[in-house]
């Protein structure tokens, strides 16, 4: 598996905002058929690495290869092109908009669906409701309804669907599953799994340690912009993972903080005593 090119891959790729260093020296492989789960606390820099990856950001120095061969992206549109694809919380999609016609949003007719100029209702929400439930998506039956009528987790599904559909090769998720609830979240790391058994690259951020585990075959945890770990499925203990996330801190220093929180607001922390209900 790993002996094949990369469908993507980062070559100490740096990003800077003016003054502001954002990512170090970034070097990533991402393959067809494998998740990659982007993990790392609030300002990591997680959402820069995949905008640049995505074409919205150029690298300010490093290179971006597909296929083994390096790339630059004009913009979004040109990653797109290339079959790069974003799948942003809540699904990106316009809630007042059919199933059918959110489907075909952006696509231009003479690229994605040939002979018919003007807008064919039926066979868009055909397309569309097949699409859907070939990722086993079976409540949606109905072009015609609107996606503020679908729940978060079918909203994320339809997007990656149609990402799909349109020929996507590297899926990019950032934080699907984080506003939603158990069942939802299952139901959109089941379509990751699809979409990975399909053959795509997929680039899953997440703040949610099981899901990851759940998903992800390959992790790799920025801290403060750097690569500060790279591993397999199976080579870190849940604990180990958690503690990464967290920008390197482990639970005792959370715990810490806490209680030095709480002193400086309380004067101390509560005791036993005080916690007790009157
Ligand atoms: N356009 C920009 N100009 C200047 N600084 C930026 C810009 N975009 C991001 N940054 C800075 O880069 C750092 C990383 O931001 P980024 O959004 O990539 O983090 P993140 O890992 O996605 O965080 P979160 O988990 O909160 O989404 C932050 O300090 C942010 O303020
Ligand atoms: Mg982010």
Same mark, same amino acid.
């Given at each position: 598996?790993?002996?094949?090119?990369?469908?993507?891959?980062? +070559?100490?790729?740096?990003?800077?905002?003016?003054?502001?260093?954002?990512?170090?020296? *970034?070097?990533? =492989?991402?393959?067809?058929?494998?998740? #990659?789960?982007?993990?790392?606390?609030?300002?990591?820099?997680?959402? $820069?690495?995949? =905008?640049? #990856?995505?074409?919205?950001?150029?690298?300010?120095?490093?290179?971006?290869?597909?296929?083994?061969?390096?790339?630059?992206?004009?913009?979004?549109?040109?990653?797109?092109?290339?079959?790069?694809? $974003?799948?942003?919380?809540?699904?990106?999609?316009?809630?007042?908009?059919?199933?059918?016609?959110?489907?075909?949003?952006?696509?231009?007719?003479?690229?994605?669906?040939?002979?018919? =100029?003007?807008?064919?209702? !039926?066979?868009?929400?055909?397309?569309?409701?097949?699409?859907?439930?070939?990722?086993?998506?079976?409540?949606?039956?109905?072009?015609?309804?609107?996606?503020?009528?679908?729940?978060?987790?079918?909203?994320?599904?339809?997007?990656?669907? !149609?990402?799909?559909?349109?020929?996507? !090769?590297?899926? *990019?998720?950032?934080?699907?599953?984080?506003?939603?609830?158990? =069942?939802?979240?299952?139901?959109?790391?089941?379509?990751?799994?699809?979409?990975?058994? +399909?053959?795509?690259?997929?680039?899953?951020?997440?703040?949610?340690?099981?899901?990851?585990?759940?998903?992800?075959?390959?992790?790799?945890?920025?801290?403060?912009?750097? *690569?500060?770990?790279?591993?397999?499925?199976?080579?870190?203990?849940?604990?180990?993972?958690?503690?990464?996330?967290?920008?390197?801190?482990?639970?005792?220093?959370?715990?810490?903080?806490?209680?030095?929180?709480?002193? $400086?607001?309380?004067?101390?922390?509560?005791?036993?005593?005080?916690?007790?209900?009157?």
């Amino acid at each position: 598996m790993t002996a094949q090119t990369p469908i993507i891959e980062l +070559r100490n790729v740096c990003k800077s905002f003016g003054p502001i260093d954002v990512l170090h020296g *970034i070097s990533l =492989k991402v393959h067809a058929g494998e998740v #990659l789960c982007l993990l790392g606390d609030n300002g990591a820099g997680k959402s $820069t690495l995949i =905008k640049t #990856l995505a074409g919205v950001h150029r690298p300010t120095s490093g290179e971006i290869l597909m296929d083994g061969a390096p790339v630059t992206f004009t913009g979004p549109r040109d990653a797109q092109d290339r079959g790069i694809a $974003t799948v942003h919380q809540f699904g990106g999609t316009f809630p007042l908009m059919s199933i059918g016609r959110s489907f075909f949003v952006g696509v231009e007719p003479t690229k994605g669906w040939g002979p018919f =100029k003007v807008f064919d209702r !039926r066979k868009a929400n055909e397309i569309a409701v097949r699409a859907v439930r070939e990722f086993g998506i079976t409540r949606i039956d109905d072009g015609d309804r609107l996606v503020g009528g679908l729940s978060g987790g079918e909203r994320q599904s339809l997007a990656i669907a !149609r990402a799909v559909h349109f020929g996507a !090769r590297v899926l *990019i998720l950032d934080e699907p599953t984080a506003a939603l609830g158990v =069942k939802q979240a299952a139901h959109v790391l089941r379509i990751v799994n699809e979409a990975k058994r +399909r053959g795509l690259a997929v680039i899953l951020i997440t703040h949610q340690v099981m899901h990851a585990m759940a998903v992800g075959d390959h992790f790799a945890v920025l801290i403060r912009g750097a *690569i500060a770990a790279d591993f397999r499925k199976g080579e870190r203990t849940r604990e180990e993972i958690t503690d990464l996330m967290a920008g390197g801190e482990t639970m005792a220093d959370l715990e810490a903080a806490i209680e030095g929180h709480m002193a $400086t607001q309380e004067g101390h922390p509560p005791t036993p005593a005080e916690l007790r209900p009157a």
